[in-house]
């Protein structure tokens, strides 16, 4: 069997690991390391393939008409390769795969919804821990990509901020992003000057970021768009975040825009963009919002170790930070990949506690950043006037059923189904084993 | 049937929970127990995990993310059998 590897996404492991070593100590500590990776290795007869186990990066597979076993980063690269839909599976995160002929088998590997919550966390302990993970992951990004441009995705909310002083505190030349919409007029005064940041329609986030970027002495670069750019960006949010459900497609726009505007900034450069995704889903800080009488985003009425076991376990569908920012050639990065066990360990009862990523995250702030970091809990698709993004979306009457659509174009000649069950209860489609642990 | 859970007990509980907690157009006579709840639309995603949390509370097993998915799970009848796998296993 040949295999064919269309894999392209840049591996992030915050170590020196080889793609053998990632694999090797998966097979024998039956657990990856953290990171953002998807790898295909072949061994003799032997194929394997392992994911980070956030799920960071994607990983799709499944044999073509020639038996070949094609793999790669995009469902739609895999599909034009000749793998019907139907025969596309993703390799779940934190698990290694050995892929024959008969079919897939589970050969080692870990669920992060398995790490136990510890009940007598001490937040102390916790707050050292990150530290300490954090430190030696941006001192390896130092490393790793001496000479590059660093640019931080920054909202002027507690995650983004938390990333952002820790870029300031180890890494040369960062530059700050953050996104707004801003109306006609504005649009007129900013291309004429005046800061974005100070115009009435620029939104909180857009004023916060700017705080905290200030104190953190990083340059701002403010990323604007008129509410009308979104129709045009409808396409490219679906297709380049593989995923059609609202709150990620409203999320990759938000992206799209940052990831053009870095993209132009620094024509020719290889470029690390950092966020501070993935705390929301370990602390499950996600609530439903509503525009008029519609509903969206929805959270399971469940206990909140209910609601974090689905909300890290569905990191594994949609590409919304990776695919996006890759697709302009950006090299995505998520520091908050290393820290998954440790939020896993936070147990049930402190995750409902108000303000619990106050709590646990602030102290780790530059002090200097603090003051200026905003409490408010705002998506970043949700941001600014009449609630961003979302609103927007809403407005143009881009539901799900036209989403759904979009995702369906990529395919010709495939079934509805097919495309549809590509997602199935909040995950990329599991191979169906054959055998294994 | 698998030990003391009968298969029509398990799908008539749950059958009475999406009833009660997701109203839809269908009554205990015409909820399809052969097809998908969430592509009927009788369930949204929050309302599938709201469900996976009923069954795992009812009965006191905790489902593995592997055996979450449509092939597992697709229909009231595959839950049925899915709650008789996990019960069989600790008993």
Redesign the interface.
């Known amino acids: 069997m040949e295999l064919i590897d269309l894999s392209d996404y840049p591996a992030l492991r915050y170590a020196p690991l080889s793609d053998g070593e990632v694999l090797d100590r998966g097979l024998s500590i039956g657990r990856l390391p953290p990171g953002q990776y998807a790898l295909a290795l072949r061994r003799g007869n032997t194929i394997h393939l392992a994911r980070d186990p956030v799920g960071c990066s994607k990983l799709f597979f499944g044999r073509n008409r020639e038996g070949d076993l094609v793999v790669g980063n995009r469902v739609v690269r895999v599909w034009q390769r000749g793998v019907p839909l139907a025969a596309i599976a993703s390799c779940?995160p934190g698990q290694v795969l050995e892929v024959s002929r008969d079919g897939a088998a589970?050969v080692a590997g870990q669920?992060l919804?398995d790490v136990r919550a510890d009940a007598g966390l001490s937040v102390a302990a916790f707050q050292v821990e990150v530290r300490a993970t954090l430190d030696r992951a941006f001192a390896w990004l130092a490393r790793e990509f001496e000479g590059c441009q660093f640019a931080v995705c920054l909202s002027g909310g507690l995650d983004s901020s938390l990333i952002a002083s820790f870029a300031a505190a180890h890494l040369p030349g960062v530059a700050a992003v953050s996104f707004t919409y801003l109306d006609a007029d504005d649009l007129r005064r900013h291309a004429l000057g005046a800061p974005a940041e100070q115009l009435a329609s620029a939104s909180e986030d857009l004023k916060a970021a700017a705080r905290v970027a200030s104190a953190l002495g990083l340059p701002l670069r403010p990323v604007v768009r008129p509410g009308d750019a979104v129709a045009g960006a409808i396409g490219a949010s679906v297709r380049l975040c593989q995923d059609w459900?609202d709150f990620n497609v409203h999320c990759a726009t938000v992206n799209l825009f940052l990831a053009q505007d870095i993209r132009a900034a620094f024509p020719g450069r290889k470029v690390v963009v950092l966020t501070g995704d993935l705390v929301n889903e370990y602390v499950c800080d996600y609530r439903e919002e509503r525009v008029g009488d519609a509903v969206y985003y929805?959270?399971?009425?469940?206990?909140a170790d209910?609601?974090r076991r689905?909300f890290v376990?569905g990191l594994d569908a949609g590409d919304r930070e990776i695919g996006v920012f890759w697709a302009y050639g950006l090299i995505p990065c998520q520091p908050f990949a290393m820290l998954a066990e440790s939020y896993m360990r936070v147990p049930a009862a402190m995750l409902d506690q108000p303000d619990i990523k106050w709590t646990l995250n602030a102290p780790l702030l530059a002090p200097e950043a603090l003051p200026h970091v905003s409490k408010t809990k705002t998506r970043a698709q949700v941001g600014g006037k009449d609630m961003g993004t979302l609103g927007i979306y809403h407005r143009l009457g881009v539901g799900e059923a036209v989403l759904r659509r979009i995702w369906r174009e990529q395919f010709p000649g495939e079934p509805a189904t097919a495309c549809d069950?590509l997602i199935?209860?909040?995950?990329y489609?599991?191979p169906?084993?054959t055998s294994g642990r | 049937m698998t030990g003391a859970l009968r298969t029509a007990d398990l799908v008539a509980k749950m059958a009475d929970y999406i009833l009660s907690q997701h109203p839809s157009r269908f009554t205990a006579q015409t909820l399809p127990h052969d097809q998908s709840l969430l592509e009927l639309g009788v369930l949204d995603s929050a309302g599938v995990i709201e469900f996976i949390v009923f069954v795992e509370t009812t009965w006191e097993i905790q489902i593995s993310d592997e055996d979450i998915t449509k092939e597992r799970m697709g229909s009231l009848d595959k839950m049925a059998a899915l709650v008789q796998e996990y019960a069989a296993r600790k008993s």
């Open positions: 779940p589970k669920e919804c459900r929805k959270v399971p009425r469940v206990p209910r609601r689905y376990r069950e199935e209860f909040g995950r489609k599991p169906r084993y």
